[in-house]
């Protein structure tokens, strides 16, 4: 299986941007997809969650009602739609995926694949 994330870029506060993930490998939709992220000086951090077959999706208190986590149109696409950005968000986020479902966190250890990261950078 492998990853690819994409859709970082600079945004100003308040502002959007769609993230991607494009799974390859997969033979059916049980897995799930989540979002890492980490910010400079920190550690990476769980962000959200979809559970590609029933299609439930969760998220870390930071990102609640600003972030949705979504299934695209495309075959194995996942999004990550994030509105009202600010300058806390500003991060590399990571795609990663684990076979079964997410109800959730699920500490690193537990996700079975990882993308490369895509920055994101929120300044004024």
């Known amino acids: 299986v492998q990853l690819q994330a994409s859709g970082g870029g600079l945004v100003q506060p308040g502002g959007s941007l769609r993230l991607s993930c494009t799974a390859s490998?997969?033979?059916?939709?049980?897995?799930?997809i989540g979002w890492f992220r980490q910010a400079p000086g920190k550690e990476r951090e769980w962000v959200s969650c979809?559970?590609?077959?029933?299609?439930?999706?969760y998220y870390a208190d930071s990102v609640k009602g600003r972030f949705t986590i979504s299934r695209g149109s495309i075959k194995d696409t996942t999004f990550q739609q994030m509105n009202s950005l600010e300058f806390e968000d500003t991060a590399v986020y990571y795609c990663?995926?684990?076979?079964?479902?997410?109800?959730?966190?699920?500490?690193?250890?537990?996700?079975?694949?990882w993308g490369q990261g895509t920055l994101v950078t929120v300044s004024s």
């Open positions: 990663a995926a684990r076979h079964g479902f997410c109800s959730g966190y699920i500490a690193e250890v537990n996700w079975n694949y």
């Open positions: 979809l559970s590609r077959a029933d299609g439930n999706s």
């Open positions: 490998g997969f033979t059916s939709d049980y897995h799930a």
